[in-house]
């Protein structure tokens, strides 16, 4: 079972959609980040999260956390092809836990033209 | 500008073998980890260092060992290696435990036969 449950786990869009993938535990988390990755490559950040109900936007890409900070969502406003690859999102845990940052599984997004 | 650098790129192994994964960062982080990457898994926590001298475990700890005993080096040790432990294995590091962009390596691809 994972700690931060992640869906959907892959995504096949056409060019100018929508989409919004979610990221949900019951755990509370002191952080949450999200991560791009490309193949062959390691992941890296697109946002960190901090504060329970923060919005931060990046262009097209809005992300959320959660007001208890047990959940987030990333929203993708007119998917471009330059924008597939595998998105994560990233927990850090709270308290004597400090330290660990555990990932989701994943979404594959694939965005078609 | 290195950042994270892990060592091989690509590894066979015979069921039983041991090896060490490799892994350097040049940026004077304090924190550091090792996740294996399997499809529809995410990144998996094997073990994580807040310092030197200082491990403890993750989500999949058993079958590896992990010792830091410099800030830039933290290499994993597969004691003695089995199939489920083919995988894609990656070495990240941060500035600080909480919050801040963890840097992966490239990662190692490991095939265990």
């Known amino acids: 079972t994972q700690l931060l449950e992640q869906s959907p786990q892959f995504l096949s869009i056409q060019e100018g959609e929508n989409l919004t993938v979610y990221c949900n535990s019951s755990?509370?988390?002191?952080?949450l980040q999200w991560y791009r990755q490309e193949p062959g490559e390691g992941p890296v950040l697109l946002v960190t999260?901090?504060?329970?109900?923060e919005v931060k936007k990046l262009k097209r890409l809005t992300f959320q956390f959660g007001d208890a900070r047990k959940d987030s969502s990333l929203h993708i406003t007119a998917a471009q092809p330059g924008d597939t690859g595998l998105y994560l999102c990233a927990g850090d845990m709270a308290g004597n836990q400090g330290g660990k940052l555990i990932f989701g599984q994943g979404t594959e997004l694939s965005v078609k033209p | 500008n290195a950042g994270v650098t892990q060592t091989p790129k690509f590894q066979v192994l015979k069921t039983g073998q041991s090896m060490t994964l490799q892994c350097a960062q040049d940026m004077n982080h304090e924190y550091m980890s090792w996740y294996r990457q399997d499809p529809g898994m995410g990144l998996r926590l094997i073990h994580y260092s807040v310092g030197a001298g200082i491990t403890d475990q993750g989500e999949v700890p058993n079958g590896y060992n992990v010792s830091r005993s410099t800030t830039e080096d933290f290499p994993l040790r597969l004691l003695s290696a089995a199939p489920s432990q083919t995988s894609v294995y990656f070495c990240?590091?941060?500035?600080?435990?909480?919050?801040?962009?963890?840097?992966f390596g490239q990662g190692t691809r490991l095939t265990v036969v």
């Open positions: 990240a590091s941060r500035r600080d435990i909480e919050g801040t962009e963890a840097f």
């Open positions: 999260v901090v504060t329970g109900g």
């Open positions: 755990s509370v988390f002191s952080s």
